[in-house]
C-alpha cells in the first residue's frame, strides 16, 4: 500500500543554487537535458544495439502510440553512447518557427560548443521569413566540425508539432544531411516528412510499436522490479499477453500488483482495449495512495512541468519538493528533467488520466488550480506558461493583459508566431476592445510588410483608445523600450510608417510629427523609430540633409541599445542618402559600419548583413568596378532572402541586373530585373524608395524596345510638362531617356532643366551628375555640341571625386561619342582641364568594355542538329545540370529564383526533345554540347 509518507530521496544540496538563473532559463534547460531514468527502469541491450546500426542510414524514426517507452528508450541509447546527444523536448510552444529552431541551435551548441554563436544570430532579430538560410549554416557549421563521432539530435515528442514552416525546414535539413548529424525523431504518429522518399533512398530507419513491446524476459524484469521479485511465471506470462507487451500497462499493473494477495487472480481480471486497461490500472494504483497523495497528484496534473515552488503555490501545501520526490522514488510516472531535481514532469499518458480524474471528481476545480499556476508563472516571467495557465482558467482578460505584457520581448525575438497562438484563443471582440493588442497586431502587419491588415487594426486601435480608460501597464522590458507603452505616439508612429510605405512624404512627416509630440520622456524605442520616419520623410521631401542628420539620431539611439538590427537598416538607408548627395565614399562607410554590426569576425551572423552587402554592391557598381560589385550583390542578395523587408532584396536583384548588362548578359540582366519587379508589383512605395519599377522600364529602353518603355510611361502618366516630384525623380530620368530615344531632344532638354534647378537648389550632388550627364546628350541631340560637351564637363567634374563610372557608361555609344569629344577638347584646353585624363579613361573603357560584350555575348554558337538554339543562360543551366545540382542549387549559384530555374529547364528540355533531366544530359552528349 502507497502510503501518505512516500519514500523520500536525501535532500540536494545542488538545489538551491537553481535560483542563480532565471525561472525560464531553468525550463528550457529542461528541454535539453537528456531525460533521467526512471526507479525500476529496465534496460533493452537488444533495442540500443539495433538503434546503433540504425544510425548509418541517415533519419531514426520512433513511432508508436503513447506509453511505448520511446522516451525512455532513447533516453537509455544516449547515455549509453559514446556520441555527443543533442537532446530537445518539444512541446506545443515550439510550433513557433523561431522557437523551434532557436531551441535545435541551443541543443546542438550543447553537443558542439560554438554552435549557437556562430549560427543563432541568424534567427534575428528580425526573424527571417525563411530558415533555409539558417538550416543551411548549420548544415556548413556541422559539416566543417565533423570528427570522430557524429551528434545525435533527438527531437523528443515531434508529433505535438503541426507548423508547416517547421516541418518544411527539417525536410530541407533531412535532404542536405550533413556528414555530422544523425537526426532522430520521436512521436505517435508519422510526421508529415518525406518518409516515404528517405526510404526509397535506404536513408530511413524505422523502430515502431511491434519492436517497441516488451518480449516476455523484459516484462518479467519490469513486473518483478515493481513487486518486489515474488511474482509467479504464469502471472507474468498472463499479463504479459494481457498488455500486449505495452510499457505502460506493465508499469500500472506493477504498482497495482504490490497490494495484491493474488497476483493470477488479478491478472486474468482485466483485459481488453490499452485505453481500458489503462483506466483500469490506474484506477486501482490511485485507490492504493494516501489522500494526502493522491490529492496532490489530482491538484498538479493541471502542470506541464512542475516544481517544489509551483506546486506549492497551487496545492497551498509547503511540502512540494518533498513530494515530488517521494513520487518520483514510487514510481508514479514522474520524469525528472533536471540533474537537481528542480523540475520534473508527469508521464503524458499518467497526466491525461489524472486530469480526467480532476474533472469526474472535482468538475471545475481545474479553473481554480489554473489561476494560482498563472499568478506562480506571470510572478516569476514564464511568459508562455502564464498566459496557457490564464487561458485554461478561462480568464481571458488576464491573458489578454499578460499578452500586453509580454509582447515586446516576444515581438524582439521574431516569435511571432507565439504571439499569433495566444490572440487566437482570445475572443475578437476582447481584442478590439484592447487598443494595445489592435497594436500589437498592427506592429506585426508592419514589420511583416501586410501592409493591407495594418490599417484595419490601426483604425480599431484609434476607436477603442478614446474609449477605453487608461489601466495600469508596466511591459516586461520596461516603458522605455516598449513598442506599446504609449498608445497615441504608437498610433501615430505605426500610421507614419504607414504612409511612407505608400509613399506619401507629407503625411509621413505630419504624423511623425504629432508621435513626438505624444512622446514622454525616455521612450527611446518609440522616439528613435520615429526620427527613422522622419528622415525617410524628409528623404521623399528632397531634404536630404535633414534626412541624413534624423537617421544619425536613430541610429545612435539603436546602437545605445543594442539594437543591431535596427541600426543596420538605419546605416542601409543612410547610406542611400548619401549616394543621393553624390558622396560615395560617405555611403560605403555607411554599408561597412552596417557590416561590422552583422558580421564583426568577417562572418555574417545576421540576415540584415544582406542590406550592408547589397549597398556596397551598389557603390561598386557605380564605380565600374564590376567583379566586386558581382560579388557583395550575389552575397547581399543570399541573406535579404530571409528578410521580410523585401525593399534590399529588389534593389540587390536590380543592381545585379545591371551589372549583367554591363558584363554582356541581357538575357540574364532581364532575369534579374524581372524578379525584383515581381518582388515590388504589389507596393505602392515611392519610385525614389522603391525605383525597380524605374529601373525595368529603363533596362528595356537600354534593349532597345521603346515601345514597352512608351506604354510604361503612359500607364505612369509622366509628361515632359509636369512638374517632376522628387519622390518620383526615378521616373521621369526614364521619360527624359525616352524621349530621347524617340528623337524628341527637345522635351527632354526641358524636362532636365527643371529637374536640375530642384536638383541644384537642395544640393543633391548625385541627382545633379545624372541630369547633367543626360542633358549633354539631349544637347548634342539638339546640335548644340559645344553647350553639350560643357554641360558633360560639369557632371564629370562633379562625378571626378566620388569616382562615378556606371551614370556616364550606362548610357551607351552616344555618351562616347560626346565623352571622345570631350577628350579632344580637353586636349585642346576648350574643356573639362580640372578632369584628371586618367579618369577620363577609365570611364571610356566602361563604355567600350559595355559595346564589345553587348554585341552579341548572349548569341550561342550554333549547333547541328538543333532547330532552336539554346540561350547562353540555357547553357549555363545546362552545365550546372550536367554536374547534378538540385533546382535550388542552381538557383543559388546563378542568383536568380527556382522558378526561373525551371522555366529554363522546360525550354532546354523541349529544345533537346527530352522529357526529363537524364535525358536531357544524354541528348546534349549526343549533340556535343557537353563532352
Not at 501545501?317 to 520526490?325: F, I, S, W
Not at 524596345?705 to 505612369?716: F, G, L, M, N, P
Not at 518620383?728 to 530620368?733: A, T
Amino acid at each position: 500500500m502507497l502510503s501518505g509518507r512516500l519514500p523520500m530521496a536525501e535532500p540536494s544540496a545542488a538545489y538551491p543554487l537553481r535560483g542563480v538563473m532565471s525561472e525560464q532559463d531553468a525550463l528550457l534547460a529542461t528541454k535539453l537535458r537528456v531525460p533521467g531514468l526512471r526507479p525500476g527502469f529496465v534496460p533493452r541491450p537488444r533495442l540500443v544495439g539495433g538503434l546503433d546500426g540504425d544510425l548509418e542510414q541517415g533519419l531514426v524514426l520512433v513511432c508508436a502510440p503513447a506509453g511505448f517507452g520511446k522516451t525512455g528508450l532513447l533516453a537509455e541509447w544516449a547515455r549509453s553512447g559514446r556520441r555527443p546527444v543533442a537532446w530537445l523536448s518539444l512541446d506545443a510552444a515550439d510550433n513557433d518557427p523561431t522557437r523551434f529552431w532557436r531551441h535545435v541551435v541551443a541543443a546542438l551548441d550543447r553537443a558542439r560548443p560554438g554552435i549557437g554563436e556562430q549560427v543563432g544570430p541568424l534567427l534575428g532579430p528580425p526573424a527571417p521569413t525563411s530558415f533555409a538560410g539558417l538550416v543551411t549554416a548549420l548544415i556548413n557549421e556541422l559539416d566543417a566540425r565533423s570528427g570522430e563521432y557524429e551528434v545525435l539530435l533527438v527531437l523528443d515528442d515531434y508529433h505535438l508539432i503541426d507548423a508547416q514552416p517547421v516541418h518544411a525546414t527539417l525536410t530541407f535539413l533531412l535532404e542536405h544531411l550533413p556528414t555530422g548529424l544523425r537526426p532522430v525523431l520521436a512521436s505517435r504518429s508519422d510526421p508529415p516528412l518525406p518518409l516515404a522518399r528517405l526510404r526509397a533512398r535506404g536513408q530511413l530507419a524505422e523502430l515502431r510499436a511491434d519492436e517497441l513491446r516488451f518480449a516476455p524476459d523484459e516484462a518479467a524484469a519490469l513486473l518483478r522490479g515493481a513487486t518486489g521479485g515474488g511474482l509467479p511465471d504464469a502471472a507474468v506470462t498472463m499479463l504479459t499477453a494481457r498488455t500486449e507487451g505495452w510499457a505502460a500497462g506493465l508499469q500500472l499493473a506493477g504498482l497495482s500488483l504490490r497490494s495484491q494477495a493474488n497476483p493470477a487472480q488479478f491478472a486474468a481480471a482485466f483485459s481488453g482495449s490499452h485505453r481500458y486497461i489503462l483506466d483500469y490500472l490506474a484506477g486501482e494504483v490511485l485507490e492504493q495512495l494516501s489522500e494526502q497523495v493522491r490529492g496532490f497528484l489530482l491538484e498538479t496534473s493541471v502542470l506541464e512541468r512542475l516544481s517544489g515552488e509551483l506546486c506549492d503555490a497551487v496545492t497551498g501545501r509547503a511540502d512540494g519538493q518533498e513530494m515530488l520526490e517521494g513520487i518520483e522514488l514510487a514510481g508514479l510516472f514522474l520524469v525528472p528533467l533536471d540533474e537537481v531535481r528542480g523540475w520534473w514532469r508527469y508521464h503524458h499518458l499518467f497526466a491525461e488520466l489524472l486530469r480526467a480524474q480532476l474533472q469526474h471528481e472535482q468538475p471545475g476545480q481545474a479553473s481554480a488550480l489554473h489561476r494560482k499556476a498563472a499568478a506562480w508563472c506571470e510572478a516569476h516571467e514564464l511568459a508562455d506558461e502564464a498566459v496557457h495557465h490564464a487561458l485554461r482558467a478561462d480568464d481571458t482578460a488576464w491573458a489578454a493583459r499578460m499578452i500586453e505584457r509580454y509582447f515586446d520581448g516576444i515581438f524582439r525575438q521574431g516569435e511571432q508566431a507565439t504571439v499569433h497562438r495566444w490572440l487566437s484563443e482570445l475572443p475578437a471582440e476582447l481584442i478590439r476592445s484592447r487598443p494595445r493588442l489592435c497594436l500589437a497586431q498592427a506592429w506585426m502587419a508592419l514589420v511583416g510588410s501586410n501592409m493591407e491588415a495594418a490599417g484595419p487594426r490601426l483604425d480599431a486601435a484609434q476607436r477603442t483608445s478614446a474609449d477605453a480608460g487608461e489601466e495600469p501597464f508596466e511591459p516586461s522590458v520596461g516603458r522605455a523600450a516598449s513598442w506599446l507603452a504609449n498608445v497615441p505616439a504608437a498610433i501615430a508612429l505605426a500610421r507614419a510608417w504607414l504612409a511612407y510605405s505608400h509613399g506619401d512624404a507629407e503625411g509621413t512627416a505630419v504624423l511623425a510629427t504629432r508621435a513626438l509630440a505624444e512622446l514622454g520622456e525616455d521612450e527611446w524605442m518609440l522616439e528613435s523609430v520615429t526620427w527613422w520616419q522622419l528622415g525617410l520623410a524628409e528623404w521623399l521631401r528632397g531634404r536630404l540633409e535633414e534626412a541624413e542628420q534624423a537617421f544619425t539620431s536613430s541610429i545612435a539611439q539603436w546602437q545605445g541599445a543594442d539594437e543591431r538590427s535596427l541600426a543596420v537598416r538605419g546605416y542601409y538607408h543612410l547610406g542611400q542618402v548619401q549616394r543621393a548627395r553624390g558622396r560615395l565614399d560617405a555611403a560605403l562607410g555607411a554599408y561597412q559600419q552596417a557590416l561590422e554590426i552583422t558580421a564583426p569576425r568577417g562572418v555574417p551572423t545576421l540576415s540584415t548583413a544582406g542590406m550592408g552587402y547589397v549597398g556596397m554592391a551598389e557603390v561598386a557598381y557605380q564605380r565600374g568596378e564590376l567583379d566586386a560589385a558581382l560579388r557583395d550583390v550575389t552575397e547581399g542578395i543570399a541573406h535579404c532572402r530571409q528578410l521580410t523587408y523585401t525593399q534590399p532584396l529588389a534593389a540587390g536583384l536590380a543592381t545585379l541586373a545591371w551589372i549583367r548588362q554591363a558584363k554582356g548578359d541581357p538575357a540574364g540582366a532581364m532575369e534579374a530585373i524581372g524578379e525584383a519587379e515581381q518582388l515590388t508589383s504589389d507596393t505602392a512605395m515611392a519610385d525614389l524608395i522603391n525605383s525597380v519599377p524605374a529601373q525595368w522600364a529603363r533596362l528595356h529602353l537600354a534593349h532597345g524596345d521603346i515601345v514597352t518603355a512608351a506604354q510604361w510611361t503612359k500607364e505612369r502618366d509622366l509628361s515632359a510638362e509636369d512638374e517632376p516630384d522628387y519622390s518620383r525623380e526615378p521616373e521621369y530620368l526614364v521619360l527624359a531617356r525616352l524621349l530621347l530615344a524617340q528623337d524628341l531632344p527637345g522635351p527632354a532638354l526641358a524636362l532636365l532643366e527643371k529637374m536640375l534647378a530642384a536638383a541644384a537648389t537642395r544640393g543633391r550632388v548625385g541627382s545633379i551628375i545624372e541630369i547633367q550627364a543626360l542633358q549633354a546628350l539631349a544637347l548634342a541631340a539638339c546640335g548644340a555640341e559645344n553647350n553639350a560637351v560643357d554641360a558633360l564637363a560639369n557632371a564629370l567634374t562633379l562625378a571626378c571625386p566620388q569616382g562615378y563610372v556606371r551614370v556616364f557608361a550606362d548610357e551607351g555609344a552616344p555618351m562616347g561619342v560626346l565623352l571622345r569629344r570631350l577628350i579632344a577638347a580637353q586636349q585642346a584646353e576648350h574643356a573639362a582641364r580640372g578632369v584628371p585624363l586618367g579618369y577620363l579613361a577609365r570611364v571610356l573603357q566602361a563604355l567600350t568594355q559595355h559595346g564589345v560584350q553587348g554585341s552579341g555575348s548572349s548569341t550561342a554558337a550554333m549547333v547541328p542538329g538543333l532547330v532552336e538554339q539554346l540561350t547562353a543562360r540555357e547553357r549555363e543551366v545546362l552545365g550546372l545540370l550536367v554536374a547534378g545540382r538540385s533546382n535550388r542549387r542552381i538557383a543559388d549559384e546563378l542568383v536568380v529564383s527556382v522558378d526561373t530555374v525551371k522555366k529554363h529547364l522546360t525550354h532546354i528540355f523541349g529544345k533537346l526533345g527530352a522529357v526529363n533531366r537524364t535525358e536531357a544530359v544524354a541528348r546534349a552528349r549526343q549533340l556535343g554540347l557537353i563532352r
